[in-house]
């Protein structure tokens, strides 16, 4: 029997960037939304760039392609079980599972920060994602 591809899209964990990424933007301007069981991340940027960068960096947590309304670049994650993790935690628990990555998601999220990855060594391009 062939599983549908959500159902096993939901068995994925996260990488440590794609984890950093979720962490960070819940820190930030990311929001968990839907119900229990049918949780998913929202994201929303008036830059355009940094939301298709979150987007690629995602990968297979992220669903549809970000779209531009309103002066904003929006869109979502898959449902996935580990938004049910995290949904409870306060920010001193996500503080908790933050890393140098997650921290500059937060920053650039509130905008104290943007993200310039041609100022990045190679090797650090790599560590984050965007080689």
Known sequence: MVERPAAALRRLSPDPVQLQVIVGSLL???EITGPSGARRLAVAHARDAY???KYDRLGAFAADSPVRADGSTTFATIVHP?????APLERVGLLHLVGPLGVAVWLTDLGRLELQLDS???EQRVALGAA
Not at 82 to 86: A, P, V
């Open 28 to 30: 930030g301007d990311g």
């Open 51 to 53: 939301a298709w960068w």
């Open 82 to 86: 580990i938004f049910d993790d995290l």
């Open 120 to 122: 990045f060594l190679p």
